[in-house]
C-alpha cells in the first residue's frame, strides 16, 4: 500500500502562484510515474502534469507554461509549482502515484483561484 499526503493548497488571486506538494509513504519501492489530477464538481477527474522516476513529464494543454512538476525520488515526493493561476484552475487536485499498475491517490487539496 501507498499514502499520499497532499499539502499547499488554498485561496490565491487571479495572476498569483501556489505550489503543491505530495509525499508517498507506505510501500513507495517500484513507484514509477507521480502526478496530479484535478476535478470540480459534476465533472470527471483529469490529468495535469505527471512525472516518471525518470524524470519525463507530460502536462495537460491547459497548463503547459504555466505550471512545473517536479519530484524528489529520495524523499517519495511530487511538487506542482502553478504560475499565472487562472480562475478556470480552481478544483480539487488530487496526487496519484503509479506502483506495479495500481493507482493510488491523495486525498485532495483544494485550489480556488479568486477573479
Known amino acids: 500500500q501507498v499514502q499520499l499526503v497532499e499539502s499547499g493548497g488554498g485561496l490565491v488571486q487571479a495572476g498569483g502562484s501556489l505550489k503543491l506538494s505530495c509525499k508517498a509513504s507506505?510501500?513507495?519501492?517500484?513507484?514509477?510515474?507521480m502526478g496530479w489530477y484535478r476535478q470540480t464538481p459534476g465533472k470527471q477527474r483529469e490529468l495535469v502534469a505527471t512525472?516518471?522516476?525518470?524524470?519525463?513529464?507530460n502536462y495537460a494543454d491547459s497548463v503547459k507554461g504555466r505550471f512545473i512538476i517536479s519530484r524528489e525520488n529520495a524523499k517519495n515526493t511530487v511538487f506542482l509549482q502553478m504560475n499565472n493561476l487562472k480562475a478556470e484552475d480552481t478544483a480539487v487536485y488530487y496526487c496519484?502515484?503509479?506502483?506495479?499498475?495500481?493507482?493510488?491517490w491523495g486525498q485532495g487539496t483544494q485550489v480556488t483561484v479568486s477573479s
Open positions: 512525472i516518471t522516476s525518470g524524470g519525463s513529464t
Open positions: 496519484q502515484a503509479r506502483r506495479l499498475s495500481i493507482d493510488y
Open positions: 507506505g510501500s513507495t519501492f517500484w513507484i514509477n510515474a
